[in-house]
């Protein structure tokens, strides 16, 4: 991992190394997305449940 690492900042691709925004997930993950925007390691399991509790939460404060 940490050769990876030292070639990541190397070759100028360390950006795209990124650890997942959710408390409760440890991955990190290489962002492949064309434009460096990737925020969630896996969609399915930490990306969807974070936007759905998000979007609720917005939800919640526009009806109040």
């Not at 409760?24 to 064309?34: K, N, P, W």
């Amino acid at each position: 991992m940490l050769t990876e690492c030292l070639n990541a900042q190397q070759d100028g691709t360390w950006r795209r190394l990124k650890i997942c925004p959710n408390p409760r997930c440890v991955a990190t993950f290489y962002d492949r997305t064309r434009n460096n925007n990737g925020v969630w390691h896996s969609t399915r399991s930490c990306g969807n449940p974070a936007n759905l509790r998000a979007s609720r939460a917005r939800r919640r404060e526009s009806t109040q």
